[in-house]
């Protein structure tokens, strides 16, 4: 089983719909996330990160965390064209002074016009 | 403009070759980063390094060779060692290694077997 888990997709969506995309793990250590947007051919651009549970706004995009459940998502208000690409989750442990991250697998969405 | 540059964009290997891949950042960060990425896979991570002079194996690192000589740079040799070398490599950095600390990524190379 991977530490993290994140449907692949694609999820497709029509242009000013809410974008809604999560991700499962396994370890309860992890207290850092973190999400990516990947375009084609380019490398990860951070969105948005956050240690604790609850909502992160910024912008149109949210950051939501449940420790309890394990569970991150990020939504993405009024999505745009723009808005297609892959779209990575992150996460860190902290047990010690290094923290490696786990990256989960990218779900690929399209914004249709 | 701050950021991380790599190259080349596209790198392709003969049977038997080392090839260096480039990773240069002027963001003044303590810490860079080394990853493959592979279809369907998460990014996985080949080397690091927090300072100058000192570099640790990640979950990958066998077939793979790094250096820090300086701050700003941290080239990767991917040595004929690595059986399956075709993939797309990604290079980070961060302020420092500390865990509360994001990555910035560069634009990556491409690796193909010739």
């Known amino acids: ?113 | 403009d701050g950021g991380i540059t790599q190259s080349p964009k596209y790198l392709f290997r003969k049977e038997g070759q080392n090839v260096t891949l480039s990773c240069e950042q002027n963001l003044n960060h303590d810490a860079m980063y080394w990853y493959r990425q592979d279809p369907g896979q998460g990014l996985r991570l080949i080397y690091y390094s927090q300072i100058v002079n000192d570099f640790q194996k990640g979950d990958i690192a066998e077939g793979y060779s790094v250096s820090r000589e300086k701050k700003e740079s941290f080239p990767l040799t991917v040595t004929s060692a690595q059986k399956n070398p075709t993939a797309f490599y990604l290079c980070a950095s961060s302020i420092s290694g500390g865990w509360d600390q994001p990555q910035h990524f560069g634009d990556g190379t491409r690796l193909s077997i010739l």
Do not use: H
Request: charged residues 20%; neutral net charge; contains cysteine.
């Open chain 1, 1 to 113: 089983q991977k530490e993290v888990e994140q449907d692949p997709g694609p999820l497709s969506v029509p242009e000013g719909a809410i974008v809604s995309l999560n991700c499962t793990y396994s370890n309860s250590a992890f207290q850092y996330f973190m999400w990516y947007r990947q375009y084609s051919r380019k490398g990860p651009e951070l969105l948005m990160y956050t240690y604790s549970s609850g909502n992160k706004e910024d912008g149109r995009f949210t950051a939501q965390v449940d420790k309890s459940s394990k569970y991150i998502s990020l939504f993405i208000r009024d999505s745009q064209p723009s808005d297609s690409a892959t779209y990575l989750c992150a996460m860190r442990w902290t047990t010690d002074s290094w923290g490696k991250f786990q990256f989960g697998a990218g779900t690929q969405v399209v914004v249709t016009p």
